[in-house]
């Protein structure tokens, strides 16, 4: 928190929850232990037949369940730090005080001036080592004095132990018995180490060091492991996880961090000709919008902001970036700090892939894996469907079910939405293996439920999803856009899968359901997109959720040169919707307008969430915090600056006024390639593409293409490039004719 007399770090382990198995007040995964939920189920569908529509109180009061159990992501506790030394020393006057958090370093620092004495405070986390590491020192010997102690919340049992310079507390919270242990290492350079007299709570203490280093290890004894959810007690992995830092100084452990945060956060760079003010940046924030350089450099900051908190939430061996990506200092936060799966979930990934961050995927790919298992029990206990399916919202211990909210508790198609990022890993890295070992059986286990819970519309005998919902707004229906558009992207990919990998047995399965599916597609009366089957569409609905856009982003069935009239509908739609909403809606809102080419529009939403839905520290606000809004803004920057879906490689494709000037470089495409751009006036000069895999390359676009300083001959038409790239080689475009790369 930054203090001077004393500094309260607020400590996270996203593997300490309560709730789940052990519960106090039970478990159920979301599904009934016994009895006929499939009944109800049909009930619904029949009503629907009937009657063409159903509120969703009525829906809720048949298929909703009260939770049991569910749990809260917790608190882990707080590290304070005592920092004031001699009474007389602590009467003089501090100056100079500076808190920042560099980005390019991954690193919190904090720095004052008392007396004739400077301060330095610095922390950061070594995801090599698995520590927080924190080191105190000062530019005069003998003027540390530091007293550290670890303060947990009420909620669970804690016994202490000190000895050889470390503090080791452990116990169990009271809800689920689950066993969490932190333990910390005290350094110190001089000074003499003691135990207080005076503290309630065992302390780390020394007097007059040069300087001291901290170091922390924590953890708990969950395991991803379904249905029991327990391993092996912390402590001996802590243990030797806090052994092997502490043998290395603390500048090894700092360059080991560096290595490692570096060779991802460094992939990517950003120019935009902004011109970073020496003011904090809680004022550059309030400022936006008075001084177009500082602007420019906020917005730089604000897109390297949500790839520093992407790769700080979501490393391999850890659980996925959750609401508040790994942050939370409260025993019953917003929503739980859950798993919502109807959008936030996925957006947090949304930039991982395009901002070349690949190596932060992995945790989300384990957590859909765990799923699949509890997921087919509630598949087959709440629809009497095969494969695996899941619903509004999950946690760490599988719950795959239904809760009783009625405006959102019913979304079996968020487990088909989920399989979009694994499709989409293979697209971006052409990485045959993970498709063959990770994606094609989740997604082809994920699209076997649809082949069975997809119903024919008595009324044009097409396929569609009922009962159907459109997140989080009207009646339910039959084959609501945005469920026919996510099924139907589903079994798109899965198609494509299938072929690629040869099982034809499957792609005969899903070609005839592909071919009666309904795709969600309708122009209504007023020019717009539908947001349900029928032409129900409010002129006048702001709603935040603009799930019927699907489509169009983060889905490619809507692709502006191919679909015009669609397009049109789904602006018609998008300007109807309004600029507003919460911070996660209007980061969704830029990416839409980036996909229809409208990047002064795209803009204007990355300025709304900027002013209104920011918070001082550049958080994401829903209202409260929440940070798919940051991850969907990060993305939809990239949005604006390349896209590459529907197998055209489009450069600058919603560049604003406000940029128009600017380079980047690192981003990545769909087809292994990554990509740098620098233009001026508004207009791409150059650009240079690296290929990772050989391939047919299609560009938006006219241009020369040198490789070695060879011009390589290409094929034209009227507004593309089309030309055949060797794997590993690095190919410079200059455009031809005069591009307008304003729209």
Known sequence: MGGVEEDILQLNEKTLWTGGPGAREGYDYGVPPAGDQVAAYRQVQQRLNAQGSLSPEDAAELMGREMKGYGHYQNFGYLRLILAGEEEEAQEEVSDYRRELDLTNAVARISYRRGSVEYHREYFYSYPDGVLVMRLSANERGQIHLRAQLELPDNRSREYQLKNKRLRVNGHLHDNGLAFEAQLALQAEGGELYTPADSELPQLAVRGADSVTLVLAAGTDYAQRYPHYRGAHPHARLTRTLDAALTYTPDVLYSRHQEDYQALFGRVALHLQGVMPAIPTPMLLANYGSDSAADRALEQLYFQFGRYLLISASREGSLSANLQGVWNHSATPPWNADYHV????????????????????????????????????????????????????????????????????????????????????????????????????????????????????????????????????????????????????????????????????FAEQLRPALAQLDPGLRIGRWGQLQEWKEDLDEADNQHRHVSHLYALHPGEQIVVSRDQELARAAQVSLNARGDGGTGWSQAWKINLWARLQEGERAHQLLSEQLKHSTLPNLWGTHPPFQIDGNFGATAGIAEMLLQSHAGRLHLLPALPSAWSQGEISGLRARGNITVDLIWDGGKLTRARLHTGSAGDILLNGRYRITHKDAELTVRHNKADTLFTAQAEQTYILHPLAKQSIHH
């Open 342 to 505: 109807n959008i936030n979930l996925q957006m947090n990934y949304w930039p991982a892939l395009v901002t070349n961050l690949a190596e932060t995927t992995g945790p989300l790919y384990d957590f859909i894996d765990s799923l699949v298992e509890p997921g087919r029990v509630s598949a087959k206990k709440l629809t009497g469907a095969s494969g695996w399916t899941l619903f509004l919202n999950t946690n760490i211990w599988g719950f795959t079910g239904v809760i009783a909210w009625p405006t959102a508790f019913w979304q079996p198609e968020a487990g088909a939405w989920l399989m979009q990022h694994y499709y989409q890993h293979y697209l971006f890295t052409g990485d045959k293996k993970f498709l063959r070992e990770r994606g094609y059986p989740v997604m082809q286990d994920a699209a076997r439920f649809w082949l069975d819970a997809l119903v024919t519309d008595p009324r044009d005998g097409k396929l569609v999803v009922s009962p159907s919902f459109s997140p989080e707004y009207g009646n339910f229906t039959r084959g609501a856009a945005m469920s026919q558009q996510i099924v139907h992207e589903l079994f798109t990919y899965t198609l494509a899968a299938a072929q690629k990998l040869g099982d034809q047995d």
